[in-house]
């Protein structure tokens, strides 16, 4: 109760159930799995669906929280990369001919040890469709990405972290809860030199805020340092040395496999050899992880369960990625619409039908809780007597 006897409607932003939370790291191999779709294509409207696919679950699964703001900044750095793509095809030129000129460009004379690259000439609406098909496919995984982003909490992603992982995922944490900390010291400091009249631009006054921000930090390092020494962190179990070998054998092949399993899904020549390699690259890697958390002695606070809809998530996304490689089989001219000769894309029917079960999360999933603004305090009002 307020003063006065009026209620302060003193409103904070509730925190959602654990258990009507989804798994974060489900959001992740969603969001990577309609990415892995989008690289088997070029056709600008699988593009534009995939797209609609994951924006349609970001605006109605997104979360009221700072982090889950980041899917527009990777919107619109998919436009800059359609942009700067665009503008390089039209200034240095595209390998694809063209028979359809749209301007001709004053060309720059180069020398004879830059042949093959050119400044300016002809501008064909065959090179700009091959640049803007290309470019369309990089913008959807970015876009992908920040979908995955903008849904996934990240503190509880690193939580789940395996424990093998353990030492990264504190550094990391520190990192994300310092950072801000250092901004705020920044703009503090930068205030209070304002308000006495001193320079808080340029070169002396950067040296004369960085290094008060700089102690502060190192104090507040230091302090945390002796608070996590204090609770046992860093404290490892007594592991045998062939158990140490195998592991960091299987942890590295593992990465490689995956590495080199990623590749070949990325290029068209490696599609037969990338999914064998890749599916042996991720069970070493996962072999290694879970023996190298032996080394960790600690136990999770309310661990987030991998449950039904987790499941039901990953699916969507793992059947999105299939259905799209199988198309890119059976038929290449429909996902790779042609340039030469000029052809208008075509919406190929089964594949669209099979991106649109990216959808599932939006109706399998909890809805966030409303956002819930804090309503200021009503004085009170003094009745005459």
């Not at 950067?206 to 290094?211: E, S």
């Not at 962190?233 to 040395?241: F, I, K, L, N, S």
Request: with cysteine; charged share 15%.
């Amino acid at each position: 109760m307020g003063a006065g006897g009026t209620p302060s409607a003193r409103a904070s932003v509730p925190t959602p159930h654990r258990r009507d939370t989804l798994h974060p790291g489900a959001w992740w191999l969603w969001a990577l799995s309609l990415g892995t779709a989008a690289t088997r294509t070029t056709n600008p409207l699988l593009l534009a669906l995939l797209i609609a696919v994951s924006a349609y679950v970001v605006v109605t699964r997104r979360p009221h929280t700072p982090w889950s703001r980041s899917y527009g900044a990777f919107v619109k750095l998919a436009l800059a990369v359609l942009l700067i793509r665009l503008l390089f095809t039209t200034l240095l030129g595209s390998p694809i001919p063209g028979t359809h000129t749209l301007v001709t460009l004053p060309e720059v004379p180069l020398p004879d040890w830059a042949q093959g690259i050119r400044l300016g000439g002809r501008v064909t609406a065959e090179g700009l469709t091959f640049a803007l098909y290309d470019a369309m496919k990089l913008a959807t995984l970015l876009i992908c990405v920040g979908a995955a982003n903008a849904l996934a909490n990240p503190t509880r992603l690193l939580k789940s972290l395996p424990g093998a992982l353990y030492e990264m995922g504190v550094a990391v944490v520190v990192a994300l809860t310092f950072a801000p900390n250092l901004i705020a010291d920044v703009q503090r400091l930068r205030a209070a030199r304002r308000l006495r009249g001193r320079p808080d631009r340029g070169v002396r006054g950067l040296l004369q805020v960085g290094l008060p921000v700089l102690e502060g930090a190192l104090e507040r390092s230091v302090a945390l340092a002796a608070a996590m020494d204090a609770r046992g962190y860093g404290r490892t179990a007594q592991v045998p040395a062939p158990v140490r070998r195998t592991t960091a054998a299987l942890t590295l092949g593992g990465l490689l496999g995956v590495c080199a399993g990623t590749y070949g899904l990325l290029t068209a020549a490696g599609g037969t050899y990338g999914i064998p390699v890749l599916a042996a690259g991720v069970a070493a890697a996962l072999a290694g992880l879970w023996l190298g958390g032996r080394r960790t002695v600690r136990t999770r606070y309310r661990p987030d369960r991998w449950d039904a809809r987790a499941w039901l998530v990953t699916a969507s996304g793992a059947a999105v990625a299939a259905a799209l490689f199988l198309a890119a089989a059976r038929d290449p001219a429909a996902l790779h619409p042609g340039v030469v000769p000029l052809v208008a894309p075509t919406l190929p029917l089964w594949p669209a039908a099979a991106v649109l079960l990216g959808l599932l999360p939006a109706f399998v999933t909890p809805a966030p809780e409303p956002a819930v603004t804090a309503v200021p305090a009503v004085p009170a009002v003094k009745e005459p007597s």
